[in-house]
């Protein structure tokens, strides 16, 4: 069965700590990944997307890399105001839906 | 101002009654859908549209209906057999057909409560 797996599920920072999450997956057939952040009471926000192993996108304070098993999305000196749940999403060519993860709440305190 | 709208934001509902979320965009994409947010689980896809009067289930259709008449709308109606219809609906557009390679625009979401 395809499986999207985010982990921590919540994280606690002090401003200034740097720090990564995990979004690992058992697909067939991996064709890319979609990195959002989701405020509370909002919808998704599109941060990145990474199609091949090895690839980096930065913005900001964040950087999103991918392996052929996992993405990590690195937050660099966070601020307060990164504060958010952090999902990612696989897709795969063969089939119109993507597969979400559950998603990591990050806090980030001043 | 370009963007995609929900609305209400929040939504009342009585048990054996159906209601009707909206979704408004003015983006000029093609597809649309509609997902499902619930505490601690990822989002699940109810029903999707790539073109007008054409839309497909998703994992969790059951209970709920779509209509496509006009490409800048996509309403999606809870129906009284939705059981659990407590959530976070949120609607997403995309530019393109065909793929799910095409980034999904997220509106604001509406908040359905059972009273």
Same mark, same amino acid.
């Given at each position: 069965e395809d499986q999207v797996t985010q982990s921590p599920e919540a994280l606690r920072l002090q401003e200034g700590e740097s720090s990564s999450l995990n979004c690992s997956y058992t697909v067939s057939g991996l064709r890319g990944l979609f990195w959002y952040r989701q405020d509370p009471g909002k919808g998704p926000e599109f941060l990145f997307t990474l199609y091949s192993a090895g690839e980096e996108k930065e913005k900001e304070r964040l950087k999103a890399t991918l392996t052929k098993k996992e993405s990590f999305l690195h937050i660099t000196a /966070?601020? /307060?105001?990164?504060?958010a749940t952090y999902l990612c999403a696989v897709f795969m060519d063969s089939n119109y839906q993507l597969i979400w993860g559950a998603g990591t709440k990050l806090i980030i305190k001043p | 101002d370009g963007g995609i709208t929900q609305s209400p934001k929040y939504l009342f509902r009585k048990e054996g009654q159906n209601v009707t979320l909206s979704c408004e965009q003015n983006l000029n994409h093609d597809a649309m859908y509609w997902y499902r947010q619930d505490p601690g689980q990822g989002l699940r896809l109810i029903y999707y549209s790539q073109i007008v009067n054409d839309f497909q289930k998703g994992d969790i259709a059951e209970g709920y209906s779509v209509s496509r008449e006009k490409k800048e709308s996509f309403p999606l109606t809870v129906t009284?057999?939705?059981?659990?219809?407590?959530a976070f609906y949120l609607c997403a557009t995309s530019r393109y057909r065909g793929t799910s390679r095409e980034t999904q625009y997220f509106g604001p979401g509406t908040r359905l409560l059972v009273l």
């Open positions: /966070p601020k /307060p105001e990164d504060s | 009284s057999a939705q059981k659990n219809p407590t």
